[in-house]
């Protein structure tokens, strides 16, 4: 099934979830954290694997979601990133992450490299075939800083690629005629580090189109707040063209 709504048909789809999980291997322990912040928004995006789950049901798409903790390695990071292992948190050290810069390297070969290489494969694969929009659902904190987020969803996208802008209002006009508040490219830019802005710059903006769906984590940490979201993004990336 194609997303009819926004984007020059036909289109393939594809779902990813770069911080679908809160688990840490075994070998790795607990990272020297307590459980809480284990459980918490610094670990993994609470609430997005259901969506993205949901969505790829009714997509009839495939889904490519992290198996680890983004304290183990962040799928959304490129290699060289500083924050890629996160050394600290909060203001405080992540006794886990102190590593040698061997120890890095070898962290990022066994947690890091592998997601990412497959699902680069898988992206590029569909792209040879034709256009491809990339959906990568993601979930935010309400509260960061002080700072109160207000808005349900953020479409983020590459301001210079116009197809992704015109998905993005499209997808947000249609959603925001259903209630909900969205913004664009809040709360983070689109074309900074991350999976969507790599890929990018792998493969042309006729054959790509890489938006990250941000769901505020106040309207997803139930299951029926979930089920709204899932519904709400379903119903506007069907929605038959104005």
Request: charged share 25%; aromatic share 6%.
């Amino acid at each position: 099934m194609t997303a009819a709504a926004r984007t020059p048909a036909p289109w393939q789809i594809v779902l990813t979830c770069e911080h679908a999980s809160a688990a840490v291997p075994a070998a790795l322990g607990d990272l020297g954290l307590p459980a809480r912040v284990l459980r918490s928004h610094r670990a993994f995006d609470q609430g997005a694997l259901p969506i993205a789950r949901t969505l790829a049901r009714a997509l009839r798409t495939p889904l490519l979601a992290g198996a680890w903790s983004r304290l183990v390695a962040d799928l959304n990071r490129s290699a060289e990133h500083a924050k890629v292992i996160a050394e600290r948190i909060d203001g405080r050290a992540v006794p886990g992450n102190q590593l040698t810069a061997a120890g890095r390297q070898q962290r990022l070969r066994r947690y890091w490299q592998p997601w990412r290489q497959r699902t680069e494969r898988r992206i590029a694969a569909m792209a040879a075939r034709g256009p491809v929009l990339h959906l990568a659902i993601h979930s935010f904190v309400e509260r960061l800083g002080g700072v109160e987020r207000t808005n349900d969803l953020g479409l983020l996208c590459d301001p210079a690629r116009s197809r992704e802008v015109a998905f993005c209002r499209g997808l947000q006009r249609t959603l925001a005629a259903a209630g909900w508040k969205v913004r664009r490219n809040f709360p983070y830019f689109g074309h900074t580090d991350g999976f969507t802005t790599h890929l990018r710059s792998r493969l042309p903006a006729a054959r790509y189109l890489g938006i990250e769906i941000e769901c505020n984590q106040r309207r997803v940490r139930t299951a029926s707040g979930q089920r709204a979201i899932a519904a709400a993004l379903l119903g506007a990336l069907v929605a038959p063209r104005r």
